[in-house]
């Protein structure tokens, strides 16, 4: 990984100089040689599968801690704030692999966009494999042998569908643990494309009209697409993207709140203040005092 840094939550890109973007990594070994790097907070411009083969631990994702249980499969979609627990012993795999490995047609970037592994809209995706997880371990020694492999213009395509089918199965057993499906239809497609504007847009854009005018369908048919499936307004959704990502610069950064308004296109401090205290009930000063201080 190299690390660019904008604001102090360090932000890594895919490794240099491998032949794709690809790369198979031991858990245990990366997380002895990175230990200060993966327990502090970071995001990274890949695709994380995180196979811990030993749980007891959490790893905290956004606030939320996820249970890691023997024998998981983690999904961190790109760009999301996360870390590692500090005194976990942690044993496994892990696959990692950007945009650029997987997404060479429509369809491919598609399938990321809308795989449930990748894009829970009610949380985290993480499989409990079966006592019996022959399939997955077939499919990751597989992989690991193609790598192993000296490079030729075979390799990348051979690794894209052995990642290609370890997803499906991926999804299918997601579907048999407590996973709430969402019918496909226009209100999830509206949803998905909205999120994917509010996540390029939401500093400067923080009106519904605006991600309405580019799907082009009035505020109202939105509000019906998310309210039917997540139970919130349009609004709402753009108000907890901005939330999210104050409390992300409030806590893992040493911003100033004036530093942190403007970022997230505030032009006056006390309005971010007045917006923030709103939405989470204490004032940006009080929630990084709580946050850093547990």
Do not use: C
């Amino acid at each position: 990984m190299s690390r660019q840094v904008n604001t102090d939550i360090a932000s890594y890109q895919f490794k240099e100089g491998l032949p794709v973007e690809f790369e198979l990594i031991s858990l245990g070994d990366l997380y002895q040689q990175n230990k200060i790097v993966l327990t502090t907070p970071h995001r990274a411009s890949f695709y994380h599968i995180l196979w811990y083969k030993k749980g007891g631990f959490d790893h905290m994702v956004d606030f939320e801690p996820v249970p890691i249980e023997d024998n998981m499969l983690l999904f961190l979609n790109k760009d999301i704030v996360h870390f590692y627990d500090n005194a976990a012993d942690v044993k496994g795999k892990g696959i990692l692999f950007t945009d650029a490995f997987f997404g060479s047609t429509e369809g491919d970037v598609r399938l990321l966009k809308e795989s449930i592994l990748f894009n829970d809209l009610f949380g985290v995706s993480a499989i409990r494999l079966p006592a019996r997880v022959s399939v997955f371990s077939a499919m990751f020694e597989l992989m690991e042998t193609e790598v192993k492999k000296a490079a030729d213009p075979y390799q990348g395509k051979i690794l894209k569908n052995l990642l290609h089918n370890f997803l499906l199965h991926a999804e299918r057993e997601r579907r048999t643990q407590d996973f709430k499906e969402i019918k496909k239809g226009p209100d999830l497609d509206y949803i998905l494309l909205f999120r994917d504007l509010l996540e390029t847009h939401f500093r400067v854009h923080k009106q519904v009209s605006f991600y309405a005018g580019e799907l082009s369908v009035t505020e109202k048919r939105l509000n019906q697409a998310t309210y039917r499936i997540l139970g919130k307004t349009s609004k709402q959704m753009i108000d907890d993207r901005i939330l999210l990502e104050a409390k992300r610069l409030l806590v893992h950064s040493t911003d100033t709140i004036k530093e942190i308004a403007y970022q997230l296109g505030f032009l006056e401090p006390t309005n971010f203040i007045k917006y923030f205290r709103k939405h989470s009930q204490h004032t940006p000063v009080e929630f990084r005092e709580k946050l850093t201080t547990v």
